[in-house]
């Protein structure tokens, strides 16, 4: 488990960045945090780092899934809208999570039993309205 301390929204990009050097093809990133807490900074971090762009990087509330072309393809999911959906309608996502690109996960938490038994988990707590304290560890089961 690593730990990080983040002052700004830079700061995020820049832990983000580091992050993304140790993707490789096929991970699951999947973000945890409250609303605002930086994790769409997080996935624009990521991007730039992997040549998709930050620029590029929206949240796709309401498309469910972008994606972005780079060193490695990327699929950035937000499955906030999907809270009380019954797993049996994601059966969608298999494709995504299970294919050979990087897929970045908001709100995680809503579709925990659908994620492959192994997977990057990144946590992003707010300490104060610039602070965040990241968290990253590899889950296996």
Known sequence: MQ???SSSEQDTYKIAAEFAKTLKSGDVVALFGDLGAGKT???RGVAD???AGADKVSSPTFTLVNEYDGDLKIFHFDVYRLENARLSE???M???LFSDEVCLIEWAEYILPILPK???RVEIERISENERKITMRRELA
Do not use: C
């Open 3 to 5: 730990t990080f301390h």
């Open 41 to 43: 900074a997080f996935v």
């Open 49 to 51: 780092a992997l040549g």
């Open 90 to 92: 994601f059966d969608w």
């Open 94 to 96: 298999d494709e995504y």
């Open 118 to 120: 192994s997977y990057i």
